[in-house]
């Protein structure tokens, strides 16, 4: 029987279409993606309501843009830490425990939300101290979904988390917005916890996970083994340089509120904002073909070099919505270049240095954007906004240029002969089938 005319397409459907295996077939992972929804869209909400009650108690722009800068410093101690304790410990003891910590920190700004005078330093300590508790949790929540799926599930499992997180960026603001201007801070810290009592009920579940028989007790010495791991290896120094690269000279979020000015379209601020996050949810749901592909090296340089390319082309548009578009597809290409990145992380690297290397993956994707912030102030100042997203855009090309040129083995990476994803395929064969 030949072929129906539509076959072409549904075949080419499935190959797009998202992954869904890994939630069929682990529990534990079931468990904890509905764990880190939960917790995300209440601390978005938190996100919106902690500026927005610092601008009520000092109207400075100063205070409220301290607030992110009093977290850098417990993010950097603490991710490397984190990493460090994720490989000694019981990393799912780790993640609740942190988890019990991060909703105290939401019950203490409830509290002093409901204070007569709520008091402004209390903010800046919470804010540090749930930054800490955060960066201590990522590593050890990354290790656990190591452990509990097959390593050819990374790909798809990336591509959930992706999905769920940029989903709830996405709708968690204008939620965030809504409660707080409805229910006040003191209301939207109350939702907050309510969440995280649900996410721990959903943690407390999740099966033992092994420890290594390997395992190197935390300590400065075994943090500097962690790094010392990384820079001996070409192919993961390529995925921290190429990322950090790429957001330092393109991500540009500081310039949206001027860029909308500019478009005559001040109202459409949100917009620009939540293009990053559109374009990585389309990329989710369509992740299925990542699956075939085997050469990631070369497919995160491809993808880091379309996010500099729309993000360059975004700010020649002369409208909002091509600006939009263009964000959306350079938010895509970033999700992209981070599926494949997450698959070289959990498909190569051993258990027991898997936690302290989380850590570093932990600073990797999170000092870029605050460096393409910084980058973007600064050039807009001598040529506006969009000359800043112009150049950053143009830069990020070349600089990804640089690497692929500068790391050869990072660029011919090979999934099917990489001696690092052989060995763990063998060893993962040789234990018994988890979660």
């Not at 910590?101 to 330093?121: E, I």
């Not at 800046?124 to 749930?130: K, T």
């Not at 955060?134 to 990374?154: G, H, K, T, Y």
């Not at 499992?157 to 999905?163: E, K, R, T, V, Y």
């Amino acid at each position: 029987m030949p072929d129906s005319p539509d076959q072409p397409l549904r075949s080419l459907a499935r190959r797009l279409r998202l992954d869904l295996a890994p939630l069929r077939e682990s529990r534990d992972f079931r468990l904890l993606i509905g764990s880190g929804l939960v917790t995300t869209i209440g601390t978005v909400i938190t996100m919106v309501a902690v500026p927005f009650q610092m601008k009520q108690l000092t109207e400075s722009y100063v205070a409220v843009g301290l607030v992110s800068l009093a977290e850098f410093v417990p993010m950097v101690i603490c991710g490397l830490w984190g990493g460090a304790i994720a490989d000694a410990r019981d990393r799912r003891r780790i993640v609740v425990v942190s988890e019990l910590g991060l909703c105290l920190t939401s019950v203490l700004l409830l509290v002093n939300a409901l204070l007569p005078a709520p008091r402004v330093w209390l903010l800046y300590v919470v804010g540090a101290l749930a930054a800490g508790l955060s960066s201590v949790r990522s590593p050890s929540e990354q290790a656990i979904i190591n452990r509990v799926l097959p390593l050819d599930r990374m790909t798809a499992a990336f591509a959930i988390q992706g999905l769920v997180r940029n989903t709830a960026m996405i709708a968690g603001p204008a939620a965030g917005g809504l409660v707080v201007t409805t229910l006040g801070p003191a209301g939207s810290y109350g939702i907050d916890v309510a969440t995280f009592l649900v996410s721990l009920a959903l943690l407390v579940r999740v099966g033992a996970v092994a420890r290594s028989q390997d395992a190197t007790p935390a300590s400065l010495r075994s943090m500097a083994e962690g790094v010392r791991y990384a820079l001996r290896r070409p192919d993961l120094m390529g995925t921290y340089l190429v990322d950090i690269a790429a957001m330092a000279f393109a991500s540009s979020n500081a310039l949206f509120p001027f860029l909308a000015e500019d478009l005559h379209a001040p109202k459409a601020i949100g917009l620009l904002y939540a293009a990053g996050g559109v374009g990585s949810v389309v990329a989710s749901l369509t992740s299925g073909w990542t699956n075939h592909v085997h050469r990631h090296g070369l497919a995160v340089i491809v993808s880091a070099t379309l996010w500099g390319v729309a993000v360059a082309v975004a700010a020649l548009m002369p409208n909002v919505w091509l600006v939009f578009l263009f964000l959306a597809v350079a938010g895509g290409a970033d999700m992209v270049s981070g599926l494949f990145r997450g698959t070289i992380w959990n498909q190569t690297i051993p258990d027991e240095y898997r936690g302290r290397l989380a850590g570093i993956e932990l600073l990797s994707y999170s000092t870029g954007p605050m460096l393409g912030d910084a980058r973007a102030g600064l050039m807009a100042q001598f040529g506006g906004a969009r000359f800043s997203l112009g150049v950053g855009g143009l830069l990020c090309v070349g600089a990804v240029g640089l690497m692929a040129a500068a790391l050869p083995r990072f660029r011919r990476y090979d999934a099917r002969t990489d001696d690092h994803a052989l060995a763990e395929r063998s060893r993962r064969a040789t234990e018994p089938a988890a979660g």
